[in-house]
């Protein structure tokens, strides 16, 4: 790929490309050229543009069936459904928990059922199901648990569930070792077992508890269940798939990206009480978009399992007792804050911590809340630009780890690696993030065995790493316009990314530190226009420094994602900046 500018060495350090067509491909394009060539550079061929144009679940939504268990899962929950059992859906803390736990409560409740919800305390009880926490909601009736988003690992918790003679079905993605814990049905396109499945591998939690929905529904459908009466209106529950969809940092690319866009339509109609008291929380009036859901909502409904009860959100997810939902709304934006500061006091003792030196950032400490570490794991890969692990030990010496990785290193198959070598006490996840159990004597041993593992994997993601562009516009060329152009190329997020555009050159006019160590310039350009800009977080940067000391004679090229401000009378466009490089 050709550079940008000629930009070989910006003021980050990194070269400027675009993002994957060479010039004389974009030259090619035609009719409206910016959304044909966003929807061509990630990845799309021109005989699925019109798909990925407005993508719909009609268009991208698999047969449930390819999926293994699927139909075994659904065949069981609608013998539960038409016997009216009592039926436990028993979730994880995190949002895709939450989300994936209050699809199947509301969809269930839709059906006849009254099913009990289970989250487990984060400190008490730790990450997935208990076998204590199953035998009790057996002993208290449950002749079926549902377990999402957690469950692939739990091989000793579902034996205990299989000895007292209660049916768990498992709906989860995370990474599975070879074999399988003992389970009515295991429904997870991440089996290694998976077959056409497999395709639909980056789906979240919530995706595949969409699709066990599907699935019910067609086989009471086939009972004659709905001869008397209405089938449920599943499509009705996107709202909540794109929450967690987004929120779990899932890959939008293919049904991913139906679910997220159909899903904020959704959203923004405010049937799902809960939800609109969140939006009323995180003070949002206009119709929410991908980026709101992964910095507004998600920390919202999070700040319940890392700080707080950790049925919160599904509760806030479920209600539909108006007055409840603003308390739960509200309680959870206060936690939200206080999470904040909690993340902060960790965060700077971990980067105190760090060593550059090493391929994969693991850090350790005592007290530190186990509630934030994988947030500060993201900060600290955001910082160095390496996978990064952060471990909360407490007064017994084991620690709670939380990780976050880098493109093309896959950080929860090397996890999972280090637990079946006798390293960790559990472990688990994905390709971009990783949750374990460690014995604090084992921390060394754990990141020399990271090391040898993924070191050259870090150093090809190092090496290959760039600022990649899609588009090149003067200041007066970012305009309210292009950004909604540019939106049309949506939804946006982890695996089909925000375009950035680069413009310049400009001089800096003004530049200063606002909020948390965030930078606001306001830039002027050779054709007149004056352009607000924002680097976040960026105070101590190389960039930020250079935008506070930059001489107003000197001129920059800058690079970063176009955005509406619509704080003052008339929306105006800004950049959001990632970069930038001297002119001259």
């Keep these: 790929m050709s550079h940008v500018l000629n930009i070989t060495q910006s003021i980050l350090g990194q070269p400027w490309r675009w993002r994957a067509l060479e010039t004389d491909a974009r030259h090619d394009l035609t009719g409206d050229d910016l959304v044909t060539q966003l929807l061509l550079s990630r990845g799309c061929s021109r005989e699925t543009l019109e798909a990925h144009r407005a993508p719909s679940i009609r268009g991208f939504m698999p047969d449930p069936s390819i999926f293994r268990d699927m139909d075994r899962a659904a065949e069981r929950l609608a013998t ?8 436990a859906v028993f979730g994880d803390y995190d949002v895709d928990g939450a989300t994936s736990a209050a699809l199947m409560i509301r ?21 997935g199901p208990s076998g204590e926490a199953l035998v009790r909601l057996a002993g208290e009736g449950a002749s079926l648990i549902v377990t999402v988003d957690c469950g692939a690992q739990a091989f000793e918790a579902l034996a205990m569930a299989r000895a007292v003679g209660v049916d768990v079905i498992v709906v989860d993605h995370h990474k599975c070792a070879p074999a399988l814990p003992v389970a009515y049905a295991l429904v997870n396109p991440n089996r290694l077992d998976e077959a056409e499945g497999a395709a639909h591998g980056h789906l979240a939690a919530v ?8 699935a019910l529904i067609r086989t009471l459908r086939t009972r004659g269940h709905f001869a008397s009466r209405p089938e449920p209106k599943l499509l009705e529950l996107l709202d909540i798939v794109a929450l967690g969809t987004v929120a779990d940092v899932a890959a939008l690319r293919g049904l991913n990206r139906a679910f997220v866009a159909q899903g904020l339509k959704v959203m923004a109609q405010r049937r799902n009480i809960g939800l609109s008291a969140l939006l009323d929380a995180a003070r949002l009036t206009r119709a929410p978009t ?9 920390p919202r409904i999070n700040a319940g399992g890392r700080v707080g009860k950790s049925d919160l959100g599904v509760r806030l997810l479920t209600t539909d007792d108006p007055e409840e939902a603003r308390v739960i709304a509200a309680e959870l934006d206060r936690l939200n804050g206080e999470r904040r500061t909690i993340e902060g006091d960790v965060q700077a003792s971990a980067e105190a911590m760090a060593r550059p030196d090493r391929a994969v950032t ?23 630009g390496k996978p990064a692990i952060v471990i909360a030990l407490d007064e017994q010496g084991i620690g709670k780890g939380s990780g976050r990785s880098v493109s093309g290193v896959d950080l929860g198959q090397a996890v999972l690696a280090a637990k079946e070598a006798g390293l960790l006490v559990a472990g688990g996840g994905h390709a971009m993030a990783a949750g374990l159990t460690i014995a604090e004597g084992d921390i060394a041993a754990f990141s020399d065995f990271l090391e040898a593992r993924l070191a050259e994997g870090v150093t090809r993601s190092i090496g290959d790493r760039a600022l990649l562009v899609d588009a090149l516009l003067t200041p007066r060329g970012v305009s309210p316009a292009l950004v909604d152009a540019l939106e049309a190329g949506g939804p946006y997020g982890m695996g089909w990314p925000a375009p950035r555009v680069a413009a310049g050159p400009v001089r800096v006019i003004k530049a200063d530190i606002v909020g948390n160590g965030h930078v606001r310039a306001i830039m002027a350009g050779e054709d007149g226009a004056r352009l607000k800009t924002v680097a976040f977080r960026q105070a101590e940067s190389l960039l930020g420094q250079a935008l506070l000391s930059a001489p107003s004679h000197r001129r920059l090229w800058i690079a970063g994602r176009a955005k509406i401000d619509d704080w003052g009378s008339q929306p105006a466009a800004e950049i959001h900046l990632d970069d930038a490089a001297w002119a001259d």
């Design 80 to 87: 539960a459904v038409l016997a009216g059992e009592r039926v």
């Design 107 to 127: 969809l269930l409740r839709s059906l006849g059922l009254d099913p009990v919800a289970y989250i487990p305390d984060r400190l008490m009880e730790g990450y």
């Design 207 to 214: 995706g595949v508890a969409f699709l066990l929905g599907a």
């Design 290 to 298: 991908a980026t709101d859901l992964g910095f507004a909502l998600g």
């Design 362 to 384: 693991i850090v350790a400490g005592q007290g530190w809340h186990p509630g934030v570490i994988g947030i500060v794991a993201g900060r600290l890969k955001e910082k160095f």
